[in-house]
């Protein structure tokens, strides 16, 4: 048998079977008031127990592992980061929530994977610099919330659990099945991510709540700034659309972040500047590169620029004429970031000028359009299973930090380009309530 035919039987079904049964779990017996009144009155079933329960299995994980059972290791740590989701849905159905939880679960999370990760780059899997920044970071944010008010793991820090999950289960796969070339070239970008995300973690806990929104707008800018850069100095195009795929990372929150947490009165101006740089300069220097002809390339980059910069204008005056403070639901015409994904991937991977050029042309003119298009984040997302949400963010990441190891990006691009189509069409089966101005 196959390495890949040997984890789909020995460790792919038995933890699609163990989430299965804990989701069936939390599905089917917290449903009535009377379920629910059942596990309040346990107390061994209360979302801040199970986390404590998870304190000393991350060092009998790698006890495990020590002792020569790496598939019992394997698994053993992944029912306990199963448990991870189990006391949230519990805290949520329950009203179980308490302010000792918020500090508690990202605890037993850091002793769940911190002895793991020591271990392995002891043993040489992982680079132990990179784990030592990554450790500092994250213990100087678990020490943070004594003297902070922010208690709860934040974006950051969500996200960074994931992916050392994600890390651990890929080095596992790798002690135990051998080398696995797919696998073993995401080892170093995924721990480099890693460490990335435990110092934003750990700075977004340290500046006050009102900046948040604003950050996330600069460093969407900075992106931006840094894509065009990229072009101008003749290196590859798709260096410059992974920067704009960062900013669309940064702006799916930056909106969320100030009606949360509040702004500062400049920061619908750095949100605007931001997306025109990212979304608009960015992509348009990204399409004159698309054609042989200089003048037809920055003929077209120049009505895709124009396209961005009237939308923007156009989302703000109205959104100020109704008096709309908070986000929208619904937007009127293609929003800038779905047109940066289509045309930025078109431009790299259609080496036709001519579907690039019309597919520029399109995606400028369903901008500047009033059709209708669902907000992505806030209106079907929300829509989405948080499981299959978790799915498809695992392996689209999976396969981008693969593509950045071997420097090859079909794959990734791919997966980015079907869904920009997908959403370009949803207007055909989405139909939202009522459009607002455009973003």
Same mark, same amino acid.
């Given at each position: 048998?196959? *390495?890949?035919?040997?984890?789909?039987?020995? &460790?792919?079904?038995?933890?699609?079977?163990?989430?299965?049964?804990?989701?069936?779990?939390?599905?089917?017996? /917290?449903?009535? *008031?009377?379920?629910?009144?059942?596990?309040?009155?346990?107390?061994?079933?209360? *979302?801040?127990?199970?986390?404590?329960?998870?304190?000393?299995?991350? +060092?009998?994980?790698? /006890?495990?592992?020590?002792?020569?059972?790496?598939?019992? =290791?394997?698994?053993?740590?992944?029912?306990?980061?199963?448990?991870?989701?189990?006391?949230?849905? &519990?805290?949520?159905?329950?009203?179980?929530?308490?302010?000792?939880?918020?500090?508690?679960?990202?605890?037993?999370?850091?002793?769940?994977?911190?002895?793991?990760?020591?271990?392995?780059?002891?043993?040489?899997? $992982?680079?132990?610099?990179?784990?030592?920044?990554?450790?500092?970071?994250?213990?100087?944010?678990?020490?943070?919330?004594?003297?902070?008010?922010?208690?709860?793991?934040?974006?950051?820090?969500?996200?960074?659990?994931?992916?050392?999950?994600?890390? /651990?289960?890929?080095?596992?796969?790798?002690?135990?099945?051998?080398?696995?070339?797919?696998?073993?070239?995401?080892?170093?970008?995924?721990?480099?991510? =890693?460490?990335?995300?435990? +110092? @934003?973690?750990?700075?977004?806990?340290?500046?006050?709540?009102?900046?948040?929104?604003?950050?996330?707008?600069? $460093?969407?800018?900075? =992106?931006?700034?840094?894509? @065009?850069?990229?072009?101008?100095?003749?290196?590859? *195009?798709?260096?410059?659309?992974?920067?704009?795929?960062?900013?669309?990372?940064?702006?799916?929150?930056?909106?969320?972040?100030?009606?949360?947490?509040?702004?500062?009165?400049?920061?619908?101006?750095?949100?605007?500047?931001?997306?025109?740089?990212?979304?608009?300069?960015?992509?348009?220097?990204?399409?004159?590169?698309?054609?042989?002809? /200089?003048?037809?390339?920055?003929?077209?980059?120049?009505?895709?620029?124009?396209?961005?910069?009237?939308?923007?204008?156009?989302?703000?005056?109205?959104?100020?004429?109704?008096?709309?403070?908070?986000?929208?639901?619904?937007?009127?015409?293609?929003?800038?970031?779905?047109? %940066?994904?289509?045309?930025?991937?078109?431009?790299?991977?259609?080496?036709?000028? $001519?579907?690039?050029?019309?597919?520029?042309?399109?995606?400028?003119?369903?901008?500047?359009?009033?059709?209708?298009?669902?907000?992505?984040?806030?209106?079907?997302?929300?829509?989405?299973?948080?499981?299959?949400?978790?799915?498809?963010?695992? %392996?689209? $990441?999976?396969?981008?930090?693969?593509?950045?190891?071997?420097?090859?990006?079909?794959?990734?691009?791919?997966?980015?380009?079907?869904?920009?189509?997908?959403?370009?069409?949803?207007?055909?089966?989405?139909?939202?309530?009522?459009?607002?101005?455009?973003?």
């Amino acid at each position: 048998m196959t *390495p890949y035919g040997s984890i789909i039987i020995e &460790i792919a079904l038995p933890v699609l079977l163990m989430l299965g049964a804990e989701r069936f779990a939390v599905y089917r017996f /917290l449903r009535t *008031p009377r379920q629910v009144a059942w596990v309040q009155n346990h107390w061994w079933l209360h *979302p801040n127990a199970i986390s404590r329960a998870r304190y000393p299995m991350g +060092f009998i994980a790698v /006890l495990l592992l020590h002792l020569g059972y790496p598939r019992l =290791c394997f698994l053993f740590f992944t029912f306990w980061m199963i448990t991870d989701i189990t006391d949230g849905d &519990i805290a949520r159905k329950c009203d179980l929530h308490t302010k000792d939880g918020e500090s508690i679960d990202p605890f037993s999370d850091k002793l769940m994977y911190s002895p793991m990760l020591v271990y392995l780059s002891w043993l040489g899997w $992982l680079n132990p610099f990179v784990v030592g920044f990554f450790l500092l970071f994250d213990i100087t944010g678990q020490a943070s919330r004594h003297f902070t008010k922010i208690k709860a793991a934040n974006l950051f820090g969500k996200a960074k659990t994931f992916l050392v999950v994600v890390l /651990l289960i890929v080095v596992g796969l790798e002690m135990i099945y051998g080398p696995i070339p797919a696998l073993g070239r995401t080892i170093h970008p995924l721990l480099v991510v =890693c460490a990335g995300l435990a +110092f @934003c973690s750990t700075a977004f806990k340290l500046i006050p709540n009102y900046w948040y929104a604003n950050i996330l707008s600069i $460093l969407n800018l900075v =992106c931006g700034l840094a894509g @065009c850069w990229v072009i101008l100095a003749g290196h590859p *195009p798709v260096y410059a659309l992974g920067l704009v795929f960062l900013g669309q990372f940064l702006d799916l929150f930056d909106g969320r972040a100030a009606e949360r947490w509040g702004s500062t009165p400049q920061g619908e101006l750095f949100d605007d500047v931001a997306d025109g740089t990212s979304f608009g300069l960015t992509v348009g220097l990204i399409a004159v590169t698309a054609f042989s002809q /200089l003048w037809v390339g920055i003929l077209i980059g120049l009505l895709y620029l124009g396209a961005v910069v009237y939308r923007l204008a156009r989302f703000v005056i109205e959104k100020r004429k109704q008096g709309i403070l908070g986000g929208v639901e619904t937007f009127s015409g293609l929003p800038s970031p779905a047109g %940066a994904l289509l045309v930025g991937t078109a431009c790299v991977l259609i080496p036709s000028e $001519l579907i690039v050029g019309s597919l520029v042309v399109l995606t400028s003119l369903l901008m500047i359009s009033r059709i209708p298009y669902a907000h992505f984040g806030r209106a079907i997302l929300p829509k989405v299973p948080k499981i299959v949400r978790v799915l498809v963010l695992g %392996a689209f $990441l999976f396969l981008l930090a693969l593509g950045v190891r071997r420097d090859q990006y079909l794959v990734p691009l791919l997966f980015a380009f079907v869904a920009a189509l997908t959403y370009l069409a949803s207007p055909l089966f989405w139909h939202p309530k009522k459009a607002t101005p455009p973003e």
